[in-house]
């Protein structure tokens, strides 16, 4: 089995893209405030991106059960 294989249905992939944006977007307000911050949430953010893009769930990749 690979690795980066598609993992979620339809329902995660929408949430992790809505979580995603979320995060980019708080992430660059933030640059404002704490410029730790903004690099923190942006990358949280591309990666939960790349996750919703490929279908694909970190956790549920490594073994842990997730609602999605």
């Known amino acids: 089995m690979k690795f980066f294989a598609a993992n979620i249905e339809r ?7 809505v979580l995603g944006i979320i995060l980019v977007v708080v ?10 911050a ?3 949430l942006l990358v949280a953010g591309a ?10 769930c970190l956790l549920r990749a490594c073994g842990i059960k997730t609602r999605m």
């Open 47 to 56: 990666f939960t991106l790349f996750e919703a893009a490929r279908g694909w």
């Open 11 to 17: 329902r995660g992939r929408l949430a992790r893209a």
């Open 27 to 36: 992430g660059l307000v933030l640059a404002w405030v704490a410029w730790w």
């Open 38 to 40: 903004c690099v923190v």
